[in-house]
């Protein structure tokens, strides 16, 4: 699904030239209804971060070394969730559902006249207890004639939201079922789940009658099990009967079309797994056509459907689809569109709550999209069909993967488009969305309330940003070519193709594939609200053979969010002539690290290519926060100036109280001065040498100055020059 139009008051005309404005509303019943199908709510365990703070033993100092590469290393995980139960075993234990959905047929004719249709329903099931002579389906604002089973009459009831069903006779646990639901809808029916307009209403040229159901109002169109998690394996046939001046589309191909008797009648067939919410069909006076992709030696066909005044526009607006195809079908992307033995087809309609809806085969668009255009709707409902159809969300606490992959995939196709500083640009956009969204209504992305499953900020938005930082973390990160982070796509992919899949689904995929344990990413980012907010402080000093960088690294995080987020964190300190970038693992907040450096530094530039969903400072000068000797675990010792003239500079600092001594040889051994400090505390300590003044007389040369600190030695070298 994509971005809602806010409807305008008035609503525009669409002749008016300029591009409506697009925002979110939220139009979500305010409380989710919940009923006996309803997944039980087992929520994984989640570590309280927010009261934790790391013993300062656990700081390590990390010293990155020039050439050596980027380090990374990854926190250990703060916690394990219990597998979610797998999709059939939740069959087994739903008390209200012991059968399989095998396929779904309707036949569905409706005048266009008003919102009134009559249908059938024939539900092929799959029993899986014995004695089984009842059962339950969804089934809302629709009025049930009879029910039959092979010709055999059956009893219902329609109790509020289901139909309930009693069988002719009991099936055995494994038998194959199929009951025929005979049903119609009132013309005045509210519309929701099926929607009619009338000619001229909001100005529409042609009646247009379709169905937009995500995530769980399919049974306001047909009687069927409505839960995202028990996909008709076999698929499903959509046939609509309308008067012979209107055509019909759904999922799937067009076996065949009827015309008789001024009615005219298009049968659909499509023959993967499907669930409920992704079946569709869409009728008014269309025209249609299609062109052909080709891939390999092979061709698919992708249909549209607009209304005739509409076509010119379309040629225009969908000008990107088989790019789109291309770059998404590519082997080191997600690889071949699948469901590439069918076709692909859009489908325009107006009045639209969504901008578009990703149905398997047949995503309904809003109209706008033709007359507007938007390569971005149109890249994101197309990779739906990879990240929602062929693999679907278990369940709506799980909605984040649909919609993360689906916008992470259309800002990909924004890169291929647009190039890297549009894609920042765009995504920089849709953090600050989540930013704004995430003060007034923080929730993590898994397992939203009632009513913001479908939050742009948060299930759009930050979890493209979810993607995009798993890349990150999988070190995946040379743009534009794919590697690792998309094999374990590709994995996740032909492991639960044609099937569902968990958060936790995802994580176990990527960690084999990564080699990387996630468990403390998928805690931070998926299960817990916030993002982090970080305060870098920064500070140069000359070593005796060159420069260091010390950078303090603070989070000062939203109520309710992790106190540490544990994402690597990349820098980039630059010098005159040159410049590296640091990847560095964080423990702790705050953090000091130390970075050698080869010349003097002149900048530091936080996550420089722009990984992390984050808001950050950063200052010249470290943060006053720490404790001295804080985040280092041996003494350390630098010479300032170095090379030197009249006066040394001996500055060391000490992780504890130590007894120190400072030595001063030439390089033949010779003991030239000697400094007893006595018991000195923790922290940064210095000492100024003017050895013309003390009587040293230093010749030119080369010395090594020792510290001793308690059992520790380090040394460093003084170059002095007349
Ligand atoms: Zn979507």
């Not at 989540?434 to 479908?454: K, M």
Request: include cysteine.
């Amino acid at each position: 699904m994509n971005e809602i139009l806010r409807p305008l008051a008035p609503r525009p005309r669409l002749d008016q030239p300029s591009r409506p404005s697009l925002r979110l509303v939220d139009s979500r019943p305010a409380e989710r209804r919940v009923n006996a199908f309803d997944l039980a709510a087992a929520r994984p365990r989640i570590e309280s971060l927010t009261s934790r703070r790391e013993p300062v033993n656990r700081i390590i100092f990390v010293a990155v070394l020039l050439g050596v590469g980027i380090a990374q290393a990854f926190p250990p995980s703060e916690g394990k969730h219990p597998l979610f139960p797998s999709p059939r075993s939740v069959v087994d234990r739903e008390s209200t559902h012991h059968y399989d959905v095998r396929h779904y047929r309707i036949d569905l004719t409706t005048s266009l006249a008003s919102g009134a249709f009559a249908a059938r329903c024939r539900i092929e099931l799959t029993p899986r207890r014995d004695n089984f002579d009842t059962f339950s389906l969804h089934f809302v604002n629709l009025v049930c004639d009879s029910i039959r089973r092979e010709g055999n009459t059956c009893t219902f009831t329609t109790p509020s939201g289901r139909l309930l069903v009693t069988l002719d006779q009991p099936h055995a646990n494994g038998e194959s079922l199929a009951v025929d639901v005979y049903y119609h809808r009132n013309a005045g029916t509210a519309n929701r789940g099926y929607y009619w307009y009338a000619r001229g209403n909001q100005g529409i040229p042609h009646a247009v009658a379709y169905s937009v159901t995500q995530p769980d109002d399919s049974r306001y169109w047909f009687p069927c099990f409505d839960q995202p998690w028990d996909k008709a394996e076999r698929g499903c046939l959509v046939n609509i009967t309308v008067p012979d001046s209107f055509s019909a589309c759904a999922n799937g191909v067009l076996d065949s079309t009827r015309v008789s008797g001024g009615w005219r009648t298009d049968y659909w067939r499509h023959s993967r797994p499907i669930s409920t919410y992704l079946m569709c069909f869409a009728a008014s006076r269309f025209t249609d056509w299609q062109i052909w992709w080709h891939h390999g030696a092979d061709s698919m066909p992708v249909r549209y459907y607009v209304w005739p005044t509409d076509s010119v526009s379309a040629v225009s607006s969908f000008g990107r689809m088989t790019d789109m195809l291309d770059f998404f079908s590519a082997p080191d992307r997600y690889g071949l569109y699948p469901f590439f033995d069918e076709k692909y087809g859009m489908v325009a309609v107006y009045p639209y709550p969504w901008g578009g809806m990703e149905h398997q085969t047949m995503t309904t668009i809003h109209r706008y999209w033709v007359i507007y255009g938007s390569d971005n709707g149109i890249a994101h409902e197309l990779a739906h069909q990879w990240w929602g159809d062929m693999v679907t969300c278990l369940d709506w606490r799980n909605i984040w993967l649909n919609e993360g992959f689906a916008t992470y995939s259309d800002q990909l196709y924004y890169y291929h488009r647009n190039g890297r500083s549009g894609f920042l640009s765009l995504i920089r956009r849709r953090a600050d969305d989540y930013f704004n969204e995430e003060a007034s209504d923080p929730h993590p992305i898994y397992d939203p309330p009632p009513g913001h499953e479908f939050d742009w900020g948060h299930t759009y938005c930050k979890a493209a940003w979810v993607q995009h930082m798993l890349r990150y973390v999988a070190g995946d990160t040379s743009w534009p070519n794919h590697g690792i982070f998309f094999e374990a796509l590709r994995e996740y992919g032909d492991s639960f193709r044609y099937a569902n899949a968990n958060t936790e689904d995802y994580r176990r995929i990527l960690e084999r594939r990564l080699g990387l344990d996630l468990g403390w990413f998928f805690d931070e980012w998926v299960y817990s609200l916030g993002y982090p907010n970080y305060t870098v402080g920064w500070q140069s000093r000359e070593t005796t053979d060159g420069w260091e960088v010390v950078v303090d690294l603070a989070q000062n995080n939203m109520s309710g969010a992790p106190a540490v987020f544990h994402m690597p964190v990349e820098i980039r300190i630059r010098w005159s002539g040159g410049d590296t970038i640091i990847r560095y693992p964080v423990e702790t907040s705050p953090q000091r690290n130390v970075f050698p450096v080869p010349a003097q530094p002149t900048a530091l530039e936080f996550d420089p290519n722009e990984w992390l969903l984050d808001q950050h400072s950063v200052q010249v000068g470290l943060t006053s926060e720490f404790d001295p000797g804080f985040g280092i675990s041996r003494p350390r010792l630098s010479i300032g100036p170095n090379p030197c003239r009249r006066l040394a500079r001996l500055e060391f600092e000490l992780p504890g109280t130590r007894d120190v001594r400072l030595e001063v040889f030439g390089l033949d051994g010779r003991l030239v001065r000697s400094f007893d400090c006595g018991l000195l505390s923790g922290g940064r300590h210095s000492l100024a040498w003017n050895y013309a003044e003390d009587g040293s007389d230093l010749a030119p040369g080369i010395y090594i100055v020792r510290l001793t600190a308690g059992a520790d030695v380090t040394t460093g070298r003084l170059a002095k020059v007349d």
